[in-house]
């Protein structure tokens, strides 16, 4: 009797590398998938840009058989990115249209997941990405040449693709509406936060508090100084609370659409006279970043537009067992876990009354081993509208 052959799906994860939002969702979409799938009916390869890990003189070194496979292990064994995965199915790539062809063919993919670019994919079945319609809501954050290139994009993304996987309802029901003679097969995940490390709910040795001289009580932002993400409202909400709680705010400091923001909210800062209890971070070590996460009061999230429900830092404080207070956004009330708050999205008055609330209210945080539990509750969510979608 002949062997059934595996099922090869392929995880293509450019794209989602040079933002850390892009980092958390796929790592946490890997460590679901690999968790989910049985090695005795599916094989996956993870495949990452080359251009991510290795430098121009690096990659030329790649292009010799006899070095590209040592080299690879050694990269493998040495990024934290890489760490948890499956040594034997990473590969890293060129994602030009010519080489994941070729790849793909070499590696016999059946399904190829997260395929967000619009480069055309050789598999028997390939699944689409792409993350919201922020330029459909909010045009005046981009430049035309910008929403036309978004548009197009999706467009050829949903002509080319079996299937795009979107991760909300919210975002699945603007493609019907922006898109509606599409006949690509839109597919929501579920809310289903999973942690991608669990050491991340031991205490860390170093005292980070210490570390940035930021004193409890403190609330946190992690979210990137973009124009959408609502900071302004969450400066004049902590003016409003007494003097003695302050906010950290971790994320890079930049919008490339707006390069004057940043410095309007240090103005801002200063204007309302809260210098000293804002805590501006920048980019800081993901670890030391969970730690401070761990020790805040609750995560704040006050963005104006999200495609994932919380964004990737609050489904992480919600896997951490923290409580969040939310802007009440449709794609924020697909969240259907975890301790948390909604505020009338862009009203600083509201998002000060419920940090208030949450402040003088003393909740007890989850038990680690009902963390673990609801992480596995989530891999097995997850990782399995992920295989069915490879289907």
Known sequence: MKRKQKKQIVVLTDGFLNWNGGVDFITMNITALLAAHSPE????????????FFSNKMRLLLRLPFLRKWLSKQTIERDPLLLGFNHNRVCFARFGKKRIKRLLTKLKADSALFCWSDTPVEAKRAVG????????????????????????TIERILRMRNALLVTSESVK?????????????????????????IEWLAPLSLNVQTKYKISSPYFMISNQFWIHKGHKQAFEALKKLPSDIHLV???KEDDFRFPTFYKEMLTLIDELGIRERVHLLGLIPKREQIELMKGAKALVQPTLFEGV???????????????????DIPV???????????????????LFEKMESVFKTSSKRPSKISLLQKREENIHKLGHALLKSAE
């Open 332 to 350: 924020n009330r697909e969240i259907i876990d975890g301790d948390v708050h909604f505020f009338c999205a862009g009203n600083s008055l509201d």
């Open 129 to 152: 990405y792409y993350p919201d319609l922020q330029h459909r809501y909010y045009p005046n954050f981009f430049t035309p040449a910008e929403c036309a290139n978004r548009d197009r």
């Open 173 to 197: 029901n603007d493609l019907k509406k922006f898109y509606p003679t599409t006949t690509c097969t839109l597919l929501s995940l579920p809310f289903a936060p999973v942690l991608p490390n």
């Open 309 to 327: 429900p919380g964004g990737g830092s609050v489904q992480i404080a919600i896997a951490l067992g923290l409580p969040v207070i939310v802007s």
């Open 41 to 52: 009916t599916s094989q996956i390869t993870l495949v990452f840009p080359e251009k991510k």
């Open 249 to 251: 705010c971790t994320g």
